[in-house]
Structures are given as C-alpha cells and as structure tokens.
C-alpha cells in the first residue's frame, strides 16, 4: 500500500501520467472515490503517461471509451468504463467490460465499487479522498504480484 498527496489537479495529472507510463497489457486500475476526488484527473494523466493523444473525459453515458496508447506503447487499446449508473452488477453482462480488462490493453474502472464480485483478483485499487479544497490523498492498494511490483516501481519513480 501506498498513500500519496496531491495537492491540485495538475500535480494529480503528473502522477497518472507516472503510473501510465509503467503500466503494459493486461493491467487493471480501479478507482474508487466519492465525487470530485480526481479519479477522472487521474485517468487523463494514465493515458498521457501512455502516450495517447486522444481527449478523455468520463464515459457517463456510453460506460466504456476507448483510446489508443501512443507509438511507445504499440498503440494498444486503453479502455475507460464508469460504472456510476450500474445499479446492479448484472448489469455489466454484455458491455463489453470483461472483454476489456482480459484484453491487450489497459482498463482503468471508475466507480468500480458498482461491479460487485465480477472483477478479477489482481488489479490495483486507486482510493482517492478529499484532503482539503484541493488537496487529495492517493491511497495505491495492490492485489497481486504483478500489482505489487507496479507500486514498488511507481515509488521509485514518481517522485524523481
């Protein structure tokens, strides 16, 4: 576990674009936080950390955007669902999310708290909370192998 300040938006964007730049195929990032907590802030700066030059934004309504990692990053899919108007998890069947996340891409889930029991085991669970009027804390929980070396790394460098 690790927890980070962040103490405005642009210094939370350079942090996704840190994490971004080290995630690969297959990586899965949840983001569970209330309202204004910077989840989609983050996600701007993951995919521009993967090079994509693409405009993120929250897919409230379609649930899944998908953009496209940069050169560096073989162009691979980055997939962006919001689950916020998911009342039940059934209602996930179909969409496209599982898809997603077992894919040759990236999938990075807001309001992921909506799926229930359906996400995989290993992915890394982003808590972002209010710390102040701008300020943020970035709670990092890894579940798995592969998740705890991406916060060991992410550590090392995040702050260079």
Not at 70 to 96: N, T, W
């Amino acid at each position: 576990m690790l927890d980070i300040i962040s103490h405005n938006v642009a210094q939370t964007i350079r942090l996704g674009q840190r994490l971004g730049e080290l995630l690969r195929p297959g990586d899965l990032i949840l983001l569970l936080g209330d309202f204004g907590t910077g989840k989609t802030h983050l996600i701007k700066g993951i995919a521009q950390g993967l090079g994509s030059a693409d405009l993120v934004n929250s897919p409230s309504f379609v649930l899944i955007n998908e953009y496209r990692a940069g050169p560096q990053h073989g162009r691979m899919p980055i997939f962006h669902a919001d689950l916020y108007r998911i009342e039940d998890a059934d209602e996930l069947a179909g969409i496209g999310l599982e898809e997603a996340w077992a894919g040759d891409g990236v999938c990075l889930i807001e309001w992921a708290e909506q799926a229930g029991g359906r996400i995989p085991g290993e992915y890394l669970a982003i808590h972002p909370q209010h710390l102040a009027e701008t300020k943020r804390t970035l709670r990092l929980v890894p579940q798995g192998a592969r998740y705890e070396s991406l916060v060991a790394e992410f550590k090392k460098t995040a702050f260079a």
